[in-house]
């Protein structure tokens, strides 16, 4: 079985601060890892996505990732706020098998403050 | 956007009526999926298809049908809506093999049921 956990389903941050959003993962095999944002009123849109290979992943919109198998995580960051980035992000996880299913966390919306 | 479109994108339907999402896809793809999204959980799978009339249930199927009769198309049925199904419908497809392997969402449907 497999799991993903967001901590913080709501998270501020000042423009120009550091975002940091953070997912925990269990899994019985080696995961993919994606980040999705969604927009208000849009579909959900690919930050990012580990599979195998370089353990910090750079995405769009100057996110990036870091897998940590001993931690089990796949936090998000940015090192500098911007307003257009309040959004809701999820983290989401796929067993590379036969069924390609994407298992989410329950999401976190992030908000820029002036 | 990897060429999905839903519709309709807005519904308001009663208690007991037969509602059919349609998603459709231009780029060929073998997967499609059907999720929803609620507050708190983020997406939840419904059903997914591997191929034309090849379908399988998700984590939250009950009440939900689908059918596949062209590689295009993948509707979802509610046979007779609750107010439970009120939801924002995703459909996804799946592109790339192996680790280019990436799911992509459609703009979704949001569904209110009187």
């Known amino acids: 079985a497999q799991s993903v956990t967001q901590l913080g389903s709501h998270v501020s941050v000042s423009e120009g601060a550091l975002v940091l959003l953070r997912c925990n993962y269990s899994s019985s095999v080696p995961p993919y890892l994606f980040w999705y944002v969604q927009y208000p009123n849009q579909g959900l849109q690919l930050l990012l996505k580990?599979?195998?290979?370089?353990?910090l992943v750079k995405g769009i919109n100057g996110f990036e990732a870091e897998f940590k198998k001993s931690e089990t995580s796949f936090h998000l960051t940015k090192p500098s706020a911007h307003m257009s980035d309040a959004a809701e992000y999820f983290c989401?996880?796929?067993?590379?098998?036969?069924?390609?299913?994407?298992?989410f966390g329950s999401g976190t919306q992030l908000t820029v403050l002036p | 956007d990897a060429g999905i479109t839903q519709s309709p994108r807005h519904k308001v339907t009663e208690t007991g009526t037969p509602v059919t999402l349609r998603c459709h896809q231009t780029?060929?793809?073998?997967?499609m999926y059907w999720y929803r999204q609620d507050p708190g959980h983020g997406l939840r799978l419904i059903h997914y298809?591997?191929?034309?009339?090849?379908?399988d249930k998700g984590e939250v199927s009950d009440g939900y049908s689908v059918s596949r009769s062209k590689t295009e198309d993948f509707l979802l049925t509610l046979e007779s809506a609750t107010s439970s199904q009120t939801s924002v419908y995703f459909c996804?497809?799946?592109?790339?093999?192996?680790?280019?392997?990436?799911?992509?969402f459609g703009p979704g449907t949001r569904l209110l049921v009187l």
């Open positions: 298809s591997y191929g034309v009339k090849d379908t």
């Open positions: 996804a497809i799946s592109a790339g093999v192996g680790e280019k392997e990436t799911q992509y």
């Open positions: 580990y599979t195998t290979g370089a353990t």
């Open positions: 989401a996880v796929i067993l590379g098998g036969s069924a390609r299913q994407l298992t």
């Open positions: 780029e060929n793809h073998r997967y």
